[in-house]
């Protein structure tokens, strides 16, 4: 990174805008137009306040807030009203966005989605969480697996959401597919801050990969999100942090040049690829078999933990949700 944030833009940089919006309280359909409209005058903010800015990103929860209300009234479609009106702020604006919607799902319980808006309007990239919070999140779990999409000057996007990037197997997968940039929206709370922080970078180093990666901030009034936006460099070292002030918007500058050159020209940790060229020192190639168990028993459907009988969580009852009923029906094909 260099330039001040963005203030000073390379040639070959994306310049990235954290938006820590304050925490919403959505209760009726008219909250919910009123926060997209907070949201697109947001996206307007970004560009008049850094007219570098390549890409605006917004948190999770940044149009519901955090009460979970499932709500059908409030559940929004990607081709709704409050979508278009984030796709017309991109187009106006010039500028690319991320948002958070929580989806319709006709079929169960609401998706948690997020969407990346190029500056014409077009959705580029359409995410459902993978990994829902549970027991405290209600949402189906995602069946779109993890996109990768072109983004502004030649770089590459993923996205994951909040609890997603707990898991190190989220991270590798956008790497593996291209991805280097990775977004991390979320609306976590205090208690979350360093396990925030610390897979923010881990997930960067792992993967010689960016990560840009934004928090709600502020209080609704029950809720104390983080904000604590942060931009990590693809060694693993953050070059850009925010803290807790709602609605700042923390800007800084990647260039996903540097991680292709590192993918490319690393000998000592490159991790990502030596995962799959084991000891290429000692034999051809280095070992490519898989020898990790959990790995097979995964894509077997038989993951299954040496203490499993002992998992005390293992519903949402405890936070208020009836155990479910039905089972996952799988990823949908060709999505």
């Known amino acids: 990174m260099s330039g001040l944030g963005g203030l000073n833009k390379s040639p070959d940089g994306v310049v990235i805008g954290l938006a820590q919006m304050k925490l919403p309280v959505v209760e009726t359909p008219e909250h919910l137009a009123e926060q997209a409209k907070r949201i697109v005058e947001m996206t307007a903010k970004a560009k008049r306040g850094l007219s570098n800015m390549d890409l605006v990103v917004f948190p999770e929860y940044s149009l519901h807030g955090l009460s979970m209300n499932t709500d059908p009234a409030l559940m929004c479609r990607v081709d709704g009203p409050e979508v278009e009106a984030f796709r017309q702020a991109c187009r106006e604006t010039r500028i690319w966005g991320c948002f958070s919607i929580m989806e319709a799902n006709p079929n169960g319980n609401p998706y948690n989605t997020g969407l990346i808006i190029d500056d014409e309007g077009e959705i580029r990239?359409?995410?459902?969480?993978?990994?829902?919070?549970?027991?405290?999140e209600p949402w189906e779990p995602g069946d779109l697996g993890i996109p990768v999409c072109d983004g502004p000057n030649g770089s590459k996007l993923a996205l994951i959401i909040c609890h997603d990037g707990m898991f190190p197997e989220m991270a590798r997968e956008c790497a593996y597919i291209g991805a280097d940039i990775m977004i991390r929206t979320a609306g976590y709370t205090a208690p979350i801050r360093h396990s925030w922080q610390i897979t923010n970078q881990a997930n960067a180093f792992c993967n010689l990969m960016y990560t840009a990666s934004v928090c709600m901030s502020g209080s609704d009034g029950t809720f104390d999100s983080m904000g604590e936006a942060m931009i990590v460099g693809f060694d693993g070292v953050p070059l850009v942090t925010g803290g807790g002030r709602p609605d700042e918007i923390v800007a800084g500058e990647v260039r996903p040049s540097l991680v292709r050159e590192a993918r490319r020209l690393w000998g000592v940790e490159n991790n990502i690829y030596q995962l799959a060229h084991r000891g290429y020192v000692a034999v051809d190639g280095?070992?490519?078999?898989?020898?990790?168990?959990?790995?097979?028993?995964?894509?077997?459907?038989?993951?299954?933990?040496?203490w499993e009988n002992e998992i005390a969580v293992k519903d949402g009852t405890s936070e208020g949700f009836p155990k479910p009923t039905r089972k996952y029906a799988g990823r949908v094909t060709g999505s």
């Open 125 to 136: 990239l359409n995410y459902r969480k993978l990994h829902p919070w549970v027991p405290v």
């Open 286 to 306: 280095g070992a490519g078999d898989c020898p990790y168990t959990y790995m097979k028993d995964l894509v077997n459907e038989q993951y299954r933990l040496p």
